[in-house]
């Protein structure tokens, strides 16, 4: 019982460091900071930067020759620290690089935690899939935690949220040190830096219906990056026309109502798999990325706010039913000698390529519906939920699956 309690606290920090800025760094940048769209959009891709190959390279070092905790205390450390140095800055090229150093050894924390959450339960002779889930809904909750104390401390545009998620780092850096020792496994068939970056997978993409598959997957990943970075400016710019709505004065709060749905629609995922398939539940996905962005597209924080609070509901669905789903698909679809590794292709092709690519894009759009300062949010979001039709649209054509 205490590793589990353990581990239910550093799954919370874990993603309250997250939660801190994510949702809000784009107000902060865009209203504090001035910078465009598109700027907005590149800080939002330095995570995708950093998850196509970091995580693959400390998962190495932990393998092979440091204890996997002390890899995750060290790299919380040293992202809290470049946090710190780019709360300071003003200037969009040092705070790029700094927010993509920050990147470079946050993201790989997500799958550190994992292993070690993994290797701790295993070692407790615990049965990791029914333990660990309602350990990493803490996560989750964490996330949205972080959300509302920036929102009700009033720091959605402030640096002080990169404070709030570094001392936080900080925090759980410390803490990591003092979790029992997951050692380097001793197994003469080391994993190859190939092979921990998913690229052993690639012979996925023989098989057509794979290859669609991870193509679809990148796309769709780009969905995601688009209400993590715009997310908070649509709202903030509603205080020209609503400043005392609730929408304006929390407008984290609001949306954090999207990660509670999510913490929801977990729990529908078995149910849902095994009466649709991965076919329909991916077209779900992607019809509830078509109502988030439209939703979006027709809400207001006065008449219709409830047009809102569908949005920021669907997006439980929208997420879910790919990221979890497909993780499950590909489980199942690959062969048990690759199965790591096409895990680790799956999120290249979800958190890295397409996080790029929805970061710049989504940054170049609203750039684009941007006249002297005012955006046309209505026109933005129609033109991210025609994308998501479409995706919807070709998808069925193009994806096969056996009866």
């Excluded at 609070?309 to 929208?318: E, R």
Aim: proline share 4%; with cysteine; net charge positive.
């Amino acid at each position: 019982m205490r590793i589990k309690a353990r581990l239910t606290v550093m799954n919370f920090l874990q993603f309250f460091i997250w939660g801190s800025w994510l949702i809000s760094l784009g107000s902060y940048m865009g209203g504090v900071l001035g910078f465009s769209g598109i700027q907005i959009g590149s800080v939002f891709t330095t995570m995708g930067i950093a998850s196509l190959f970091m995580p693959g390279l400390l998962g190495i070092v932990a393998d092979r020759w440091l204890n996997a905790e002390r890899v995750l205390g060290i790299s919380h450390i040293v992202a809290a620290l470049f946090l710190i140095y780019a709360s300071t800055l003003t200037d969009f090229p040092s705070f790029y690089i700094a927010i993509l150093l920050h990147s470079f050894f946050y993201m790989p924390t997500i799958a550190l935690n994992n292993a070690v959450s993994y290797a701790l339960l295993e070692r407790n002779n615990s049965n990791i899939v029914k333990e660990f889930p309602p350990i990493r809904v803490m996560g989750t909750v964490g996330f949205v935690v972080a959300m509302w104390v920036i929102d009700f401390c009033g720091w959605t545009q402030s640096p002080y949220q990169l404070y709030v998620s570094a001392g936080a780092g900080i925090f759980l850096g410390i803490y990591s040190f003092t979790m029992p020792a997951v050692v380097p496994a001793h197994n003469p068939e080391k994993k190859s830096f190939a092979s921990a970056l998913g690229l052993d997978a690639f012979v996925l993409f023989r098989r057509k219906k794979m290859a669609v598959f991870f193509v679809f997957a990148m796309l769709l990943g780009a969905a995601l990056q688009i209400t993590n970075a715009f997310g908070g400016p649509f709202l903030d710019d509603f205080k020209t026309t609503h400043p005392n709505s609730f929408a304006v004065q929390r407008p984290n709060i609001l949306l954090s109502i999207s990660q509670i749905s999510e913490t929801l629609f977990i729990l529908s995922i078995p149910f849902f798999l095994n009466r649709f398939g991965i076919k329909r539940i991916m077209l779900f996905s992607m019809l509830a990325w078509v109502l988030r962005f439209g939703f979006f597209a027709l809400g207001d924080p006065d008449e219709r706010f409830w047009l809102l609070l569908l949005s920021m509901i669907v997006y439980g669905m929208a997420f879910d039913f790919f990221n979890i789903s497909g993780s499950l698909f590909v489980e199942k679809e690959a062969e048990p000698t690759i199965r790591s590794s096409a895990q680790g292709l799956f999120m290249i092709m979800c958190n890295g390529v397409g996080a790029i690519i929805g970061g710049l894009a989504s940054g170049w759009v609203v750039d684009h519906f941007t006249v002297n300062g005012v955006k046309d949010w209505q026109s933005i979001w129609f033109t991210f939920a025609t994308y998501a039709l479409l995706l919807t649209i070709i998808f069925p054509i193009a994806f096969r699956e056996k009866k």
